[in-house]
Each structure stands twice: as structure tokens, then as C-alpha cells.
């Protein structure tokens, strides 16, 4: 359970968590390096409005058998890049905006 302690914003915050085993290694390794590899998609990044550099980074962590991410700000599309790299939307536990 999360619980955030301090005011309230407009900005926008998202979370996931993923089961390690419904993960293939390079999927890991692509996760943990979602702004370098999110670079050779792009093209695909113009139609999402976003440009990609490195304040765009998620907080990454492994937590036991779960692959945590968050981020606070409006940025790389994680959900997309995860979808982009082959996981299932059905092991993804997702909490954040537009989604």
C-alpha cells in the first residue's frame, strides 16, 4: 500500500508492478534501460507527443519476485514500451493517469 504524505499536485504520478518470473531476461534489461532502447522506437515516440531524453527515466527496483517502477512526472511512456517489448498487459499491475 502506498500512501503519499505530502501535498497534492497537477502533476501526474504512475506505478507498476510485474511479476519477475512473467519475465524474460531481456525484457528485464530492456525495462531497466527503457530510455536508451526507447530511442530506437522513435518515430513511434512523435505520435505520443513526447520527446525522450534522460529526465524521462523511471525509478526501477526489484522488490522479492515483483519489478517495481514510479515515476511523478509526465513522461516516458512506460506502458507503451512495455507493450512495445512483448508483456503481457495481463501481468502488468498498473496505477497512474490516462490509463
Not at 22 to 34: R, S
Not at 39 to 55: A, M, Q, R
Not at 70 to 90: H, R, S
Request: proline fraction near 2%; glycine fraction near 6%; aromatic fraction near 14%.
Amino acid at each position: 500500500m502506498k500512501m503519499k504524505l505530502d501535498f497534492v499536485t497537477n502533476s501526474s504520478s504512475a506505478s507498476f508492478i510485474i511479476p519477475v518470473k512473467d519475465l524474460t531476461l531481456e525484457q528485464i534489461i530492456l525495462i531497466y534501460n527503457h530510455c536508451f532502447v526507447g530511442k530506437f522506437f522513435i518515430k513511434d515516440n512523435e505520435k505520443y507527443g513526447w520527446n525522450l531524453n534522460d529526465s524521462d527515466e523511471w525509478l526501477l527496483w526489484e522488490n522479492g519476485d515483483e519489478l517495481n517502477g514510479e515515476t511523478n512526472m509526465d513522461n516516458f511512456d512506460m506502458m507503451w514500451f512495455l507493450e512495445k517489448i512483448g508483456v503481457p498487459k495481463e501481468v502488468i499491475q498498473y496505477e497512474g493517469q490516462d490509463r
